[in-house]
């Protein structure tokens, strides 16, 4: 990223500089030091600012879903899912091969509530896939909501 030069970087190179010139090369070093240092945290409060285009958004997203799915917060929510689902598939009642599904709140992530979820057995999840499609964009994860009724006919 470009910074801009600003007073502040102005007025610290004039004072590295006189420094230097008046013959104190050390202390020009340490000022040049303190200077990188400030302008270093002044970059990196700039970079808090500038919005996040889709691809950013997107990568930060899919590292935060792939940390949830491994957190202890989605173990207890999918247990949750299954114990209201009775372990069975919401779609064909089979008792094997469970997976949590999301219908809808992908935007909400690690807070969707847990009507948002569904217990599908692997079958029906690959059905539901191929049917539905998949989510691929960042714009896809967000706008993804579908009703229950969507995994109750799967064929
Ligand atoms: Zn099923
Ligand atoms: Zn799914």
Redesign the pocket.
């Known amino acids: 990223m470009k910074k801009e030069l600003t007073i502040t970087d102005v007025v610290l190179i004039s004072l590295i500089a006189i420094i230097a010139i008046s013959g104190e090369p050390f202390l020009a070093l340490i000022v040049g030091i303190l200077s990188l240092i400030l302008i270093t945290l002044i970059t990196e409060d700039e970079k808090v600012d500038i919005p996040l285009n889709d691809n950013h958004k997107y990568s930060l997203f899919m590292k935060n879903k792939a940390e949830y799915l491994k957190s202890r917060q989605w173990s207890n929510k999918r247990q949750e899912v299954l114990n209201r689902d009775k372990y069975r598939c919401r779609s064909c009642g089979a008792y094997a091969n469970l997976?949590i599904?999301?219908l809808s709140h992908y935007a909400c992530i690690p807070n969707e509530p847990t009507s948002a979820l569904v217990a599908?057995c692997g079958t029906c999840?690959t059905k539901?896939?191929e049917k539905y499609g998949y989510p691929k964009t960042y714009n896809d994860y967000m706008k993804w909501d579908f009703s229950i009724d969507t995994v109750k006919n799967l064929k």
Do not use: E
Request: glycine letters at 0%.
């Open positions: 997976q599904h999301h599908l999840h539901f896939h």
